[in-house]
């Protein structure tokens, strides 16, 4: 006979289901300030307990405060609250208008801005981003034609991507915005090719990659984190850890055993576990890792702690597996209104101000999905059919002609 | 021109592509300091550079992955898949990203990298050594497959596939590395020095993709075949005394579609050689094709000699690989019907 007690198999279950109280007590959040900022160019063992702590300059009454406070042109700050706001706004515009059947699918954003509203301010127009399908605020951030975004949702005439991908997996290369796909992780790894490439042209282009953190889980995150590792490569792998995917929380992911940030202990990549409500801290954090790529010592992990505030898609009712009142409980904030408040803090910005600007991003949403519509919205509009069989290849071979004929094109 | 084996010959494709083009960069398992498992990269890295041909970490997920981001970068990336039994891992990557980049992103970013790896059998590779996928590739459109089958034409075609701009699968029938193996293998095995496609230039020539060989003119009927098959359909037509018209494929994406009706309406029968698998292997595509453009030329139906729908096995490896009795056997169907 054993001893031993029969085993049992654990299987985790978030803190709060629908028609619970939301629960955030499991989250880890250290004091604001006592996350230390070691020197860039620090060995990586030195650094392990940092994707233990978290990243914070912001505190609550939105004074930047500790050893991350980033020295920033207030410019930079009052360019990131408008693309925040602008992508909050076009994101609601947009999901509506898939409400009212204008286009087939749509994903928001929400409370996730600062991350790519930051770290698309931080790093240049020659750098590369390999985003997830949650990342608009990094293209607006660089001013990136909001029609061109209607037109993609709308799959129509004006499409750059010409009718052939689901609303807003965007493409954006003048941008350093790399071809977004349903699919996911599968470009981490691309953005670690895309840095040794720099590397191996002596070149001083960074590359920029995210994944969310229910995709840490995919074997292409493990690869890209091992090529980055041995190769020094000049990338910054970014896990935003929304805390949902879809409907399984983190703890599925494996966040409920150690951070994400930790993952990087195992690779020997420093590891920065940084508030990703904070546009200061996505900023600092952003820098650091962008400065440590530049002078050839290869690659960072950064986790960005957020929460995903809507639903996974327009497709998803967060209702049925998470309290409906959970985003308002989410201990990190708001990022639009804690850069609001620090803005206000620095005597740069007023209540009256930023209604003012709400007003003039709501006119500019509008203005560009009507401009939109008037080209087209989906299954009014479209490319030239001739589009569905161009860029397989270079060149069309046979069988593209020979099928493209049978439609009478 | 020097004698080479098709190792040598591919070894020479990726030295001057090296020499001509600094975009090119080699990695793969085992193939920098090392040269490779079989040797194709043998003193690349010496000769130029550790940046130019290095060992990858035993992940092809990653290879491949890297390989795409390099080549969305600029640089035209050479790896290696140490065997296509093992590309399994990096599908994904070849199918839902190499092959639509161009497509999905309306033209900004494509993946100009070229993936080599040995494949096929005849080796008592067993079942992980000895796999043909070539039909996992030829279905997914944005991808180009290629098979070259003697070192003249491995060298042209992999110059060629390096310099295209889509993604090209470069399959290398390693049965045939060290000689023109033609099924015979109770029998001593043939260099490549005794063969004329042995008989390769030094310098820079290319293959075009897309353009099958005629490799024996004939008249009574066509037999279609790539790799390693291309030799044992020879042997069969010698051994059965036919007049036929034996097509190496070389490309199957894209296909040469004119010289196989071209030859098909002009024999009238047809036979189609692989080793992979029958059933919806490569061949079942040909055979569709050549019904459906050749239908009214066609005396008898058209056969297929294929490798049966098990797993690759090792100790029955000659009642598995298709042999020149099975070759003659079809073709005696394809006369007399």
Known sequence: ?409 | MAVMNMIQALNAALDIMLGRDPDVVIFGEDVGYFGGVFRVTNRLMAKHGLTRCFDAPLSEGGIVATAIGMGAYGLRPVVEIQFADYILPAFDQLVSEAARLRYRSGGEFWAPITVRSPYGGGIFGGQTHSASPEALFAHVSGLKTVIPSTPYDAKGLLISAIEDDDPVIFLEPKRIYNGPFDGRHDQPAIPWSQHPASAVPEDYYTIPLGKAAVVREGAEITVLAYGTMVHVSLRAVEEAGVDAEVIDLRSLVPLDIETIVASVRKTRRCVIVHEASRFAGFGAELLALVQERCFYHLEAPIERVAGWDTPYPHAFEWDYFPSPARVVSAMRRALEG
């Open chain 1, 1 to 409: 006979m054993s001893n031993h007690r029969a085993l049992s198999l654990h299987i985790p279950a978030p803190p709060s289901r629908p028609g619970d109280a939301p629960d955030f007590t499991g989250l880890t959040l250290p004091e604001l300030g006592t996350t230390r900022r070691p020197e860039v160019l620090t060995h990586e063992a030195e650094m392990r307990d940092m994707p233990y702590g978290l990243v914070r300059v912001l505190d609550e009454n939105g004074v930047a405060v500790g050893p991350w406070k980033p020295a920033l042109a207030s410019e930079i700050l009052h360019r990131g609250l408008r693309a925040m706001l602008l992508t909050r706004v076009f994101d609601t515009h947009m999901f509506g208008a898939h409400r009212e059947g204008k286009n087939s699918f749509y994903m928001k954003s929400t409370g996730e801005e600062a991350i790519g509203a930051a770290s698309s301010l931080a790093l240049g127009r020659s750098d590369m981003c390999f985003p997830t399908y949650r990342m608009a605020s990094y293209l607006i951030a660089r001013e990136y034609p909001l029609l061109d975004m209607v037109n993609q949702i709308y799959s129509n005439a004006a499409d750059p991507l010409k009718g052939r991908q689901m609303p807003i997996l965007y493409s954006a290369r003048a941008y350093g915005f790399y071809s977004i796909a349903g699919n996911v992780g599968s470009r981490f790894g691309h953005a670690v090719g895309w840095a040794m490439a720099s590397a191996y042209k002596h070149d001083d282009k960074i590359a920029i990659a995210f994944v969310g953190e229910g995709t840490t889980a995919e074997g292409n995150f493990h690869e890209a984190m091992t090529f980055a590792a041995v190769y020094h490569a000049p990338v910054i792998l970014c896990i935003t850890n929304n805390q949902w995917a879809i409907s399984s929380f983190q703890g599925i992911a494996g966040g409920a055993e150690t951070t994400f940030a930790a993952r990087a202990i195992g690779y020997g990549l420093p590891g920065l576990r940084v508030d990703g409500n904070d546009f200061l801290a996505v900023t600092a954090a952003t820098q650091w890792a962008a400065e440590r790529a530049r002078s050839n010592h290869g690659a960072t992990l950064i986790e960005f702690v957020t929460y995903r505030v809507g639903g996974h898609s327009t497709s998803d009712d967060p209702a049925r597996y998470r309290p409906t009142d959970e985003p308002a409980g989410w201990p990190l904030g708001d990022p639009i209104e804690r850069l609001k408040m620090h803005l206000i803090a620095l005597g740069e910005w007023s209540e009256a101000r930023h209604q003012a600007l709400v007003c003039e991003v709501t006119e500019q949403v509008r203005d560009a999905a009507k401009a939109g519509e008037e080209i087209g919205v989906l299954g009014v509009s479209r490319p030239d059919r001739r589009e569905m069989f161009e860029d397989v290849y270079k060149e069309p071979d046979w069988r593209l002609i020979e099928q493209r004929r049978e439609l009478g094109i």
